[in-house]
């Protein structure tokens, strides 16, 4: 973690063209050029964890408001808050404008990670210092995180500008990349990094993602190419690696030593507690600012053990309002990282691959084994291929309620966002898509046209 204290003078260095044209002045004498960054694997490290220091502070990753956007703007939690509360209100309104300071937020300071994880893969591909092994290393996982983040802006905002590069006289007018374009380049730079990435962890408590998760990833963007079989040998073959073992107590799910765990994030100082905490923690009170939506709590059987261990009840004034409580430590954390990846969900995806495939008899156990470790009753046979998948989403739903936008992606890969409407007086059916950010559009002409309904 201390090397995250040299991330803070490396994103001045490497950010010195960003988005905007800064002044171009002389390098500081304390300062190191970006150049100089790539010639030496320790400060090359320091800068790839510079990156993932980003993603838990402020990307679609985060425990925090941003990473519950997502939650609030479909059925997972209900909101609070009196006042617009930098654009929340309107998410959970589904009143959304292109002005709204919450959505350009998320805009931005995605692709501000965008644009480190470009300014990494090209220091990478200029170095004469690093070993032919290092410099995999990085660039695999630069280009894998740099995916991630492509993966959420397309699904949230359509066609989009895909930045490779960190030339802002290039980057300033780019215009949209098609959606299913934006897909193709996915699997190609997934397919780059899962060729670039090792298999074993170069950290036991998997705080760096290896070649599995690339994998992971890889299945999420052939399920949204409809591409069943591709993505179904994926997630195979992360199933068949020894690394990872089903977790059959969901009281220990959130704990880091999980060897179902694929991808985590740690908190930048020894102690701290995740992000998930603080930012839906209330109690003795009503809550302020978000809660578990009722539709979200009645879809719980009374004996499943993740409503009973991963939710608390709150009574105030004879209501009754439910908090998450998926990570317990408020404070002197040392036992929880912020889960990214972690193999429930290559079991459902699986589940949902193969029964798009007709495989329904081979699905079954894939999701029975999350509903016996729940304590739900189990799927019998005969179940039908559309009844099965409805399943699979319910399941994700109650699996991985509040954890980065989640229900969003699965409502929306499965053509049910408009199932919002009967819990969501305001939802549209352009709300499949959030507007292009006004102050995006008034500094480059080429992102027209707006999203349909804004």
Not at 4 to 30: G, H, Q, R, W
Not at 288 to 314: C, E, G, N, Y
Request: aromatic fraction near 10%.
């Amino acid at each position: 973690m201390k090397r995250y204290k040299l991330y803070i003078f490396l994103i001045f260095t490497l950010s010195t063209v960003s988005c905007e044209k800064l002044l171009e002045v002389d390098t500081p004498a304390n300062q190191i050029t970006s150049g100089q960054v790539f010639e030496n694997v320790q400060t090359a490290n320091a800068a790839l964890s510079g990156l993932y220091a980003g993603l838990w502070d402020n990307s679609p990753l985060a425990g925090d408001q941003t990473g519950r956007l997502l939650a609030v703007y479909t059925d997972d939690l209900d909101f609070y808050g009196t006042t617009s509360n930098n654009g929340t209100l309107e998410l959970f309104q589904n009143t959304l404008v292109d002005s709204n300071p919450a959505v350009y937020s998320y805009w931005a300071n995605t692709y501000q990670k965008i644009y480190l994880a470009n300014a990494i893969i090209e220091g990478v591909n200029a170095s004469s210092g690093l070993s032919s092994a290092d410099k995999a290393r990085i660039k695999g996982e630069a280009l894998l995180v740099r995916s991630i983040l492509y993966c959420y802006l397309q699904q949230i905002f359509g066609d989009i500008p895909y930045v490779t590069g960190t030339d802002y006289t290039l980057n300033q007018s780019l215009s949209k990349t098609s959606a299913p374009q934006v897909l193709t380049r996915l699997a190609n730079d997934l397919n780059e990094s899962l060729s670039l990435l090792a298999e074993p962890y170069r950290n036991t408590e998997r705080i760096f993602p290896n070649r599995s998760v690339s994998r992971l990833v890889l299945a999420k963007v052939y399920l949204l190419q409809n591409r069943w079989s591709d993505a179904e040998i994926l997630l195979k073959e992360i199933l068949q690696n020894p690394l990872y073992q089903f977790q059959n107590d969901p009281s220990k799910v959130f704990e880091k030593s999980g060897t179902h765990i694929l991808w985590q994030l740690k908190p930048k100082n020894p102690g701290d507690a995740t992000k998930e905490v603080t930012a839906y923690y209330f109690s003795n009170s009503a809550p302020t600012s978000v809660a578990l939506s009722q539709s979200l709590m009645q879809s719980f059987a009374s004996t499943d053990r993740r409503k009973q261990l991963w939710t608390t009840a709150v009574t105030f004034n004879n209501n009754t309002f439910y908090r998450p409580n998926k990570y317990k430590n408020l404070s002197n954390n040392t036992t929880e990282y912020s889960v990214v990846y972690r193999l429930e969900e290559v079991y459902l995806m699986l589940a949902e691959c193969l029964a798009k495939q007709d495989k329904v008899t081979e699905a079954i156990p894939l999701v029975n084994a999350i509903k016996q470790r729940a304590n739900v009753q189990l799927i019998q046979q005969p179940v039908t291929k559309e009844a099965l998948i409805n399943e699979i989403l319910s399941e994700n739903r109650k699996e991985f309620f509040t954890e980065m936008g989640h229900r969003f992606f699965d409502l929306k890969r499965e053509n049910q966002l408009q199932n919002l409407a009967l819990v969501k007086p305001n939802w549209k059916s352009f709300h499949q898509l959030w507007p292009l950010p006004q102050k995006e559009l008034l500094l480059n002409p080429n992102l027209n046209p707006q999203n349909t309904g804004y």
